[in-house]
């Protein structure tokens, strides 16, 4: 699995550094989120689902 995250799109929200912290992070001097894990986890689809901008890509 591979998880790819949008910086542009992203509108730092959170949800996915919440529901997938093993993955992602919300690097606050940016005030966006980011990938800390690109090879993902098992949480990892659902935080792509949760994103309110569906700015996180979520491959096999």
């Known amino acids: 699995m591979k998880v790819n995250l949008n910086q542009e799109e992203c509108?730092?929200?959170g949800v996915c550094a919440q529901i997938c912290?093993?993955?992602f992070e919300l690097n606050e001097d940016a005030g966006k989120a980011r990938v800390i894990r690109p090879e993902g986890a098992e949480c990892a689809q659902e935080a792509a689902d949760s994103c309110?901008?569906?700015?996180?890509?979520v491959t096999e």
């Open 11 to 13: 509108i730092g929200c």
């Open 21 to 23: 912290p093993e993955v």
């Open 52 to 57: 309110p901008v569906s700015c996180i890509e």
